[in-house]
Nanobody, 120 residues
Framework: QVQLVESGGGLVQPGGSLRLSCAASGFPFSSSAMNWHRQVPGKERELVALITETGTFTNYQDSVKGRFTISRDNHKNTVYLQMNSLKPEDTAVYYC?????????????WGQGIQVTVSS
């Protein structure tokens, strides 16, 4: 059973930092690309950052480039999102995501989501 469990969210002042973690289980983590998405009420969920299986390639949404860093530890089956210089517009529920091939078709798996609030 695929499980993705996020942690590390909370309330932070503008300019502050947070590190999100996503502990994964139930699938071959070290051979799986991983992503972080976020969603605010009334808007579609959007991709924030992605990382390939070995971590050699990463990509970011333009609005977070230079401020956020995605990384992974394949020994701990965990993916991270380091968020620096946070802005109020980064306020959202953040989700860990992976796409897995199951029974001949691809399925999307999501964590439960974790709230990040940037406010003074």
């Amino acid at each position: 059973q695929v499980q993705l469990v996020e942690s590390g969210g909370g309330l932070v002042q503008p300019g502050g930092s947070l590190r999100l973690s996503c502990a994964a289980s139930g699938f071959p983590f070290s051979s799986s690309a991983m992503n972080w998405h976020r969603q605010v009420p009334g808007k579609e969920r959007e991709l924030v950052a992605l990382i390939t299986e070995t971590g050699t390639f990463t990509n970011y949404q333009d609005s977070v480039k230079g401020r956020f860093t995605i990384s992974r530890d394949n020994h701990k089956n965990t993916v991270y999102l380091q968020m620096n210089s946070l802005k109020p517009e980064d306020t959202a529920v953040y989700y860990c995501h992976t796409r897995q091939l199951r029974f001949g078709s691809f399925r999307d798996y999501w964590g439960q989501g974790i709230q990040v609030t940037v406010s003074s």
